[in-house]
């Protein structure tokens, strides 16, 4: 068995059989529990917030926001918002006001207290009635804050925030290929509503939208269908627009310690003081040319992914779940080739791990014939650099860069689960 040159994406020196013997020891080895197949550990209730069903309802209240490792729902509607006040109180305001909104949502209610059909025919009711006779569907809203909340783009600090603002929530640097739109990017604020029932998360953030009337606008949002990852060893595993599976080798639920290393920022990192126990949310929208992928024959796909496409077990392996096994050969040539997304994106070769959770989202054609298709790609972290970046640059010969574009890019701060009856949507942020 012969074996290859060293990559240029590791240490100079390391073969891939080394390299994977070395990581085997120490981060592998945590890596292994928060990998599909190797997951062990348990479900912390209420930390893991699970419905027990697609139409059920999942907890708002708990250590961690849900909708992070809640098992990934079925659709999404993501948006963005610029805040246009700058009276800090109002934006205070406006956040008691989403958190009350969002408890009552998710439990399956009107987002306010009279409800759509019960109030005064004179005023406007105060909920816009769309969800009606729906059930609760899973719905979780997570909010997250973006770099400029703390400090605008010229440095000012229009709500005594600034010195509050964790280092590494610091704007993403930008990447070879990308293509990103700046009007589909950023924002103060965001709010990721998840749902198995796709009215139930349009009406979710219309409701947040129109509370957030004069304090907030949107800057951009995003719909997608069919998860592109499974959060929990429960899930099954969905396939992408390019018809793979997709969230085979993701972090899971189940997996306290590789979350807790990977995914939870602690007491003791930047912004521990408000931020423990939240994440960092990156997002891209990921334009997928799906039409050339299309002429792409079979052997082209599964070398490009690094798996099979039928079942999805790596090259040259059988099981889905089977490690990755990077020294397997197949007629002499390394089955999952040096240039493949998965060989670049394990945590063997990029020395760490994220947690995603992306949508397919097909927003119409192009106007020259070709569906404007792709993934929402959604990741958290605990550190965007050690995170998102550190695996992005590593993707940098991945062989898929050729099928696909980045249009939109943001990063925001998720502050940890709302605690009790009281507790409110950055209540330790804006509590100094
Ligand atoms: C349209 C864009 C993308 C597509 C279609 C795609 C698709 C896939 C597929 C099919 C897998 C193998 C199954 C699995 O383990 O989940 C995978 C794995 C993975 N992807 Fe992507 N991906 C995309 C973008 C990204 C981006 C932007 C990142 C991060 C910067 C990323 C990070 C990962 C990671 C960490 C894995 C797990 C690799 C492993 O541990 O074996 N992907 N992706």
Same mark, same amino acid.
């Given at each position: 068995m012969t074996e290859r040159p060293d990559?240029?994406?590791?240490?100079?020196?390391?073969?891939r059989r080394r390299l994977f013997g070395l990581l085997g020891a120490g981060t592998a080895g945590a890596l292994a529990a928060g990998t599909a197949g190797g997951a062990i550990g348990r479900a912390t209730a209420p930390d893991l917030?699970?419905?027990?069903?697609?139409t059920d309802a999942v907890p708002f209240v708990g250590a961690h926001q849900a909708?992070?490792?809640?098992?990934?729902? %079925?659709r999404l509607h993501f948006v963005a918002f610029d805040v246009?006040?700058?009276?800090r109180a109002e934006l205070v305001g406006m956040l008691k006001a989403w958190t009350a909104a969002a408890r009552r949502m998710t439990a399956?209610? =009107?987002?306010?207290?009279?409800g759509a059909v019960a109030g005064s025919p004179y005023a406007p009711p105060d909920?816009?009635?769309?969800?009606?006779?729906? &059930?609760?569907?899973g719905l979780t809203l997570t909010v997250g804050f973006g770099p400029t909340l703390f400090?605008? &783009?010229?440095? &000012?600090?229009r709500f005594g925030l600034a010195s509050r +603002?964790?280092?590494?929530l610091a704007e993403l640097p930008s990447f070879p290929g990308d293509a990103i739109e700046p009007a589909i990017s950023g924002g103060d604020l965001c709010i990721q509503a998840c749902a198995n029932d796709p009215q139930v998360a349009v009406h979710a953030v219309r409701n947040l939208v129109r509370l957030g009337a004069g304090v907030v606008s949107v800057r951009w949002s995003q719909l997608g269908f069919? +998860?592109?990852?499974?959060?929990?060893?429960?899930q099954a595993t969905p396939r992408n627009l390019f018809g793979f599976k997709d969230g085979t080798n993701n972090l899971k639920a189940e997996s306290d310690s590789a979350l807790d290393r990977f995914v939870w920022v602690a007491? $003791? =990192?930047? $912004?521990? %003081?408000?931020?423990?126990?939240g994440s960092y949310l990156v997002t891209r929208r990921i334009r997928m040319l799906i039409e050339s992928w299309d002429t792409a024959s079979l052997d082209e796909q599964e070398r490009t992914i690094? +798996?099979?496409?039928?079942?999805?077990?790596?090259? $040259?392996?059988?099981?889905?779940? %089977?490690?990755? %096994?990077?020294t397997k050969q197949v007629d002499g040539e390394?089955?999952?080739?040096?240039?493949s997304h998965v060989f670049l994106a394990n945590p063997t070769n990029a020395g760490t791990a994220i947690l995603r959770r992306g949508y397919s989202f097909v927003d119409?054609?192009?106007?020259?014939?070709?569906? =404007?298709a792709g993934l929402f790609f959604i990741a958290y972290q605990r550190d965007p650099a050690t995170g998102f970046v550190q695996v992005q640059r590593n993707l +940098?010969?991945?062989?898929m860069n050729e099928y696909i574009r980045h249009t939109s890019s943001a990063v925001f701060a998720c502050p940890p689960g709302i605690r009790g009856a009281d507790d409110w949507w950055g209540r330790a942020l804006f509590s100094r």
């Open positions: 990559s240029p994406h590791r240490p100079a020196g390391l073969s917030a699970t419905a027990a069903g697609a909708g992070i490792v809640t098992p990934a729902q %079925d246009i006040t700058d009276d399956g209610r =009107d987002a306010g207290p009279v909920d816009t009635g769309e969800a009606l006779g729906l &059930a609760p569907s400090t605008t &783009a010229d440095g &000012a600090d +603002r964790p280092k590494p069919g +998860r592109t990852s499974s959060t929990s060893t429960g007491d $003791g =990192d930047p $912004g521990g %003081d408000w931020l423990a126990g690094g +798996r099979t496409k039928g079942t999805g077990a790596p090259r $040259g392996q059988h099981g889905e779940f %089977d490690p990755v %096994d990077f390394f089955a999952v080739p040096e240039t119409g054609s192009d106007g020259l014939g070709r569906l =404007d +940098r010969a991945d062989a």
